[in-house]
């Protein structure tokens, strides 16, 4: 498999990474730290875990961290990693949105590479300029939209290029949630509280949340750009400050159509992100929850289904696969995918080259793509599902 032979001596030539939140409490920052080391390619060794001194050490020490490389605040973290011989190369930031640009600045400007949780930012201002800094820089800005990273995504993603499906005419795509039906922010659970809050979340609710993932997978394996939207957002729990609910029309350049539908508040739906694609010669489509499977359907034949790990995979989908088929392999593995990508082109960065073409990660472009987004659905529900254009990045 093409993730084992892209390991290049990773057991003695790991990336030395550093982090900044998912301390005690957080969810996303686990997450992230299993992801960089499911494929030996990163090493923990530097965090800002929390924007408070006190659970910043503890969580350092919890996690193993020299005492020395444990930091109450970003911007000292990135000033001492960068002076040291044996700072660290990138910094993944897993806080709240709002932290995002400012963190990411602070690292650019230090010349250390970024990897940004979504959304890159709360407004496509900061987005743009955290896009300059890191072409400046000279260093890589991901965002971890790790949906893109799933086996059978990538395979969906090269039958589209290859022309399987011919032109394409219709993308539907949707990302239901429940865990918000109720006003759970007004029990203090974090992750709801900082959610519901514009001052951390931005603009945007669900449509920033879950709307994102759901906007940029659309985009990625249809390898089309969003030209125009109208959107209808909804805040259904009483008193809630952010969408929970977004129905949104989409025009893509070229002449593709389709929708967009995003929600934490429908009953019976836990991470249900659903992408269909249809072309004049067939279709496709993708569930989240069964990611192993990708069901096509060529116009006039009986659909078919390809399986992960099979034959029947391309060598897009072989790539990112690690274990047989019939073992489920899902959501740290999509986020490990991209860490290894990321790795791949670190390596190559340090030795002034270009990565392998097939190595391929959300950019700071497509994280800006995102921001954009929200902020044109934001703007085109203010104007009763008027038509916005989305700008050229």
Same mark, same amino acid.
């Given at each position: 498999?093409?993730?084992?032979?892209?390991?290049?001596?990773?057991?003695?030539?790991?990336?030395?990474?550093?982090?900044?939140?998912?301390?005690?409490?957080?969810?996303?920052?686990?997450?992230?730290?299993?992801?960089?080391?499911?494929?030996?390619?990163?090493?923990?060794?530097?965090?800002?875990?929390?924007?408070?001194?006190?659970?910043?050490?503890?969580?350092?020490?919890?996690?193993?961290?020299?005492?020395?490389?444990?930091?109450?605040?970003?911007?000292?973290?990135?000033?001492?990693?960068?002076?040291?011989?044996?700072?660290?190369?990138?910094?993944?930031?897993?806080?709240?949105?709002?932290?995002?640009?400012?963190?990411?600045?602070?690292?650019?400007?230090?010349?250390?590479?970024?990897? @940004?949780?979504?959304?890159?930012?709360?407004?496509?201002?900061?987005?743009?300029?955290?896009?300059?800094?890191?072409?400046?820089?000279?260093?890589?800005?991901?965002?971890?939209?790790?949906?893109?990273?799933?086996?059978?995504?990538?395979?969906?993603?090269?039958?589209?290029?290859?022309?399987? =499906?011919?032109?394409?005419?219709?993308?539907?795509?949707?990302?239901?949630?429940?865990?918000?039906?109720?006003?759970?922010?007004?029990?203090?659970?974090?992750?709801?509280?900082?959610?519901?809050?514009?001052?951390?979340?931005?603009?945007?609710?669900?449509?920033?949340?879950?709307?994102?993932?759901?906007?940029?997978?659309? @985009?990625?394996?249809?390898?089309?750009?969003?030209?125009?939207?109208?959107?209808?957002?909804?805040?259904?729990?009483?008193?809630?400050?952010?969408?929970?609910?977004?129905?949104?029309?989409?025009?893509?350049?070229?002449?593709?159509?389709?929708?967009?539908?995003?929600?934490?508040?429908?009953?019976?739906?836990?991470?249900?992100?659903?992408?269909?694609?249809?072309?004049?010669?067939?279709?496709?489509?993708?569930?989240?929850?069964?990611?192993?499977?990708?069901?096509?359907?060529?116009?006039?034949?009986?659909?078919?289904?390809?399986?992960?790990?099979?034959?029947?995979?391309?060598?897009?989908?072989?790539?990112?696969?690690?274990?047989?088929?019939?073992?489920?392999?899902?959501?740290?593995?999509?986020?490990?995918?991209?860490?290894?990508?990321?790795?791949?082109?670190?390596?190559?960065?340090?030795?002034?080259?270009?990565?392998?073409?097939?190595?391929?990660?959300?950019?700071?472009?497509?994280?800006?793509?995102?921001?954009?987004?929200?902020?044109?659905?934001?703007?085109?529900?203010?104007?009763?599902?008027?038509?916005?254009? =989305?700008?050229?990045?």
């Amino acid at each position: 498999m093409a993730i084992e032979g892209s390991k290049e001596k990773a057991s003695r030539d790991r990336i030395r990474l550093g982090m900044v939140g998912g301390g005690e409490g957080a969810f996303i920052g686990a997450v992230h730290r299993l992801a960089a080391r499911m494929d030996d390619q990163f090493e923990f060794v530097a965090g800002a875990l929390s924007s408070t001194p006190a659970k910043a050490k503890r969580s350092g020490t919890a996690l193993g961290l020299a005492r020395d490389r444990v930091y109450s605040d970003f911007e000292t973290m990135a000033i001492k990693e960068a002076a040291r011989e044996d700072g660290i190369e990138a910094v993944a930031i897993v806080t709240p949105n709002h932290l995002h640009a400012p963190a990411a600045r602070a690292f650019l400007d230090a010349g250390i590479h970024v990897i @940004c949780d979504k959304p890159l930012t709360t407004s496509l201002k900061d987005a743009l300029d955290l896009q300059r800094r890191a072409r400046k820089a000279r260093k890589l800005l991901a965002v971890t939209y790790n949906y893109t990273g799933y086996p059978m995504v990538r395979h969906a993603r090269q039958m589209v290029a290859d022309g399987a =499906l011919g032109s394409l005419r219709v993308i539907q795509v949707e990302y239901p949630q429940d865990w918000l039906t109720e006003k759970l922010e007004a029990t203090g659970q974090k992750q709801a509280t900082w959610r519901a809050d514009p001052k951390q979340s931005g603009v945007g609710g669900s449509l920033g949340d879950v709307g994102t993932h759901a906007y940029n997978l659309a @985009c990625f394996v249809s390898g089309l750009t969003l030209e125009s939207l109208a959107a209808d957002l909804s805040r259904f729990v009483p008193g809630r400050k952010l969408d929970d609910n977004a129905h949104v029309l989409l025009r893509f350049r070229g002449g593709a159509k389709g929708m967009l539908w995003t929600s934490q508040v429908s009953p019976g739906n836990e991470n249900n992100l659903r992408l269909r694609l249809y072309g004049a010669k067939g279709g496709l489509e993708w569930h989240q929850e069964h990611p192993n499977q990708l069901l096509w359907s060529p116009y006039g034949e009986p659909t078919r289904v390809i399986s992960r790990g099979t034959g029947a995979a391309n060598a897009a989908a072989a790539r990112m696969t690690r274990v047989p088929p019939g073992h489920p392999e899902g959501y740290l593995e999509g986020f490990a995918n991209i860490y290894t990508e990321v790795a791949a082109a670190i390596r190559a960065s340090r030795q002034r080259r270009r990565a392998d073409p097939a190595v391929t990660f959300p950019t700071v472009a497509d994280g800006a793509r995102g921001v954009a987004f929200v902020e044109a659905a934001v703007k085109s529900s203010a104007r009763n599902a008027a038509w916005v254009k =989305l700008p050229r990045i």
